[in-house]
């Protein structure tokens, strides 16, 4: 799936599509709960049995002649909590290579957070050792992500850190940086605390289109209905749901296009009011202007 915004071209690959129980992510997100919304949730984020669909993507963007990763999955071979995510063995490496984005040839790799959903192909193991998957790239992180979490205790964290972070910081390819950094003219971080310390997403502006790609600010649709349905990864749960509130009052009603990191939806999304408060109007291919399918 690809679109354009302006100039800027975007491209998914997706790394794994779920369909999870409530408990996985959202507690409160049961299919009891979501019934009254099955009717726009359904079919494109939630299963028949409403089991809510949740995708794993980069998002591939090339923008001012300069090809960028926003956030790069689980990864392969490494070991994780997470049945699901744990010792994969996927094909990311050909199917970005497929895209036009050899690994040799990023330019740039965002991490809009430091969670291990987000950081796995930073790395891969190449003879027992973790090395820099892309060896020319600069990986930006923003200060606060990287100084929280460089810091964390917790086991499962510190080895997340230590196989995806710590091993291109210490081969010199990170640039920390402020957390509404310019990555080009045409793209700039956009900070959105509260899942994380410094949680950021990616704002493209580009020929008078706009478009946000949320990272984590929601990882399901139905949290513009409910934005104060907490994720179990919040570590800040208060301020993440005022941060939701912010983002989708900004939305909605306008023309920017929202890219939800973990939707599912195959086009990018408008932000409008409903009832009190708001959900996702999916628009098809042919009503985004420039948009092109290339899948």
Known sequence: MAWKIGDVSITSVIELDLSVDASFILPDATP????????????????EDGKLKFRVQALLVESCGQKIIIDTCVGNDKKRTTPEWS???????????????????????????????HVGWNTMKVNGKWIPTFPNARYLITQPEFEHWSHE????????????????????????????????????????PGHTPGHCSVAIASRGEE????????????????PEWECVADTFPQLAEITRRKFLDRCSGSDTLVIGTHWSASTPVHIIKHKSAWKVKV?????????????
């Open 32 to 47: 009891e709960n979501l019934a009254p919304d099955f009717d726009w949730l359904k079919p494109d984020f939630v299963d």
């Open 87 to 117: 010792e994969l063995n996927g094909p990311f490496l050909e199917n970005i290579a497929k895209s036009g984005f050899k690994r040799e040839e990023v330019d740039l790799v965002i991490c809009t957070h430091l969670h291990v959903d």
């Open 153 to 192: 205790k917790d086991q499962s964290y510190a080895q997340i850190f230590g196989d995806s972070v710590a091993p291109v910081f210490e081969a010199g390819l990170v640039e920390l940086v402020d957390c509404n950094h310019q990555i080009t003219s045409e793209l700039q971080l956009m900070p959105t």
């Open 211 to 226: 478009a946000i790609i949320t990272g984590d600010i929601m990882h399901h649709p139905c949290q513009c209905v409910h």
């Open 283 to 295: 628009s098809s291919a042919n009503s985004i202007k420039n948009a092109k399918n290339k899948s």
